[in-house]
T-cell receptor, first 113, second 115 residues
Framework: GAVVSQHPSWVICKSGTSVKIECRSL??????MFWYRQFPKQSLMLMAT?????????EQGVEKDKFLINHASLTLSTLTVTSAHPEDSSFYIC?????????FGPGTRLTVL | QKEVEQNSGPLSVPEGAIASLNCTYS??????FFWYRQYSGKSPELIMS????GDKEDGRFTAQLNKASQYVSLLIRDSQPSDSATYLC???????????????FGAGTRLAVHP
């Protein structure tokens, strides 16, 4: 149990385009999901907390207009990177909360050319 | 500032030995503690959670918690080369179980198990 999927697993896009990443909890309902970003050889950085049916809570320094989060159902949260630029290239990982534990999706590697 | 501290390593141990990974946290009211394993290029995988003082064993893994010392550790017995990864300590700073609180992650300790 406690399986989280992400789609796509990798994406390459041109600078200025928008990219949507989906995070799904496959065998449980998650009222809370989290979005992280990780640069090579660096720690996980929490970007935002996604709550079903309400607005996401962004961490300090994360632009909410650039990283749009929608948590429309108990099993799906989406992260849209708008007007992506090369500095947005990173490994984006979601997690879903089940009771007191967080389970991570496999991650999405974004490369912006 | 709520912090979770880990030695970055690398911690190098021979195959078959016990690997001991340590973590300290600053928020005294924390009640939930987790160890994740992250292989290079992959996402973190939950391997242990612990909520009460003492030891919790699961196969070759033992988590130890000492809330008075604000210290949590992970022991890996009979270490294998496949255990080579970065181990992340995570703390839920909430004094209550459940809730929406995010996890505070340490920077991770890189473990290398050599044959």
């Amino acid at each position: 149990g406690a399986v989280v999927s992400q789609h796509p697993s990798w994406v390459i896009c041109k600078s200025g385009t928008s990219v949507k990443i989906e995070c799904r909890s496959l065998d449980f309902q998650a009222t809370t999901m989290f979005w992280y970003r990780q640069f090579p050889k660096q720690s996980l950085m929490l970007m935002a907390t996604s709550n079903e049916g309400s607005k996401a809570t962004y961490e300090q320094g994360v632009e909410k207009d650039k990283f749009l989060i929608n948590h429309a159902s108990l099993t799906l949260s989406t992260l849209t990177v708008t007007s992506a630029h090369p500095e947005d290239s990173s490994f984006y990982i979601c997690s879903a909360r089940q009771v007191d534990e967080q389970f991570f999706g496999p991650g999405t590697r974004l490369t912006v050319l | 500032q709520k912090e979770v501290e880990q030695n970055s390593g690398p911690l190098s141990v021979p195959e078959g030995a016990i690997a001991s990974l340590n973590c300290t946290y600053s928020d005294r009211v924390s009640q939930s503690f987790f160890w994740y394993r992250q292989y290079s290029g992959k996402s973190p995988e939950l391997i242990m959670s612990i909520y009460s003082n003492g030891d919790k064993e699961d196969g070759r893994f033992t988590a130890q918690l000492n809330k008075a010392s604000q210290y949590v550790s992970l022991l890996i017995r009979d270490s294998q080369p496949s255990d080579s990864a970065t181990y992340l300590c995570a703390v839920n700073p909430s004094p209550f179980s459940g809730g929406y609180n995010k996890l505070i992650f340490g920077a991770g300790t890189r473990l290398a198990v050599h044959p």
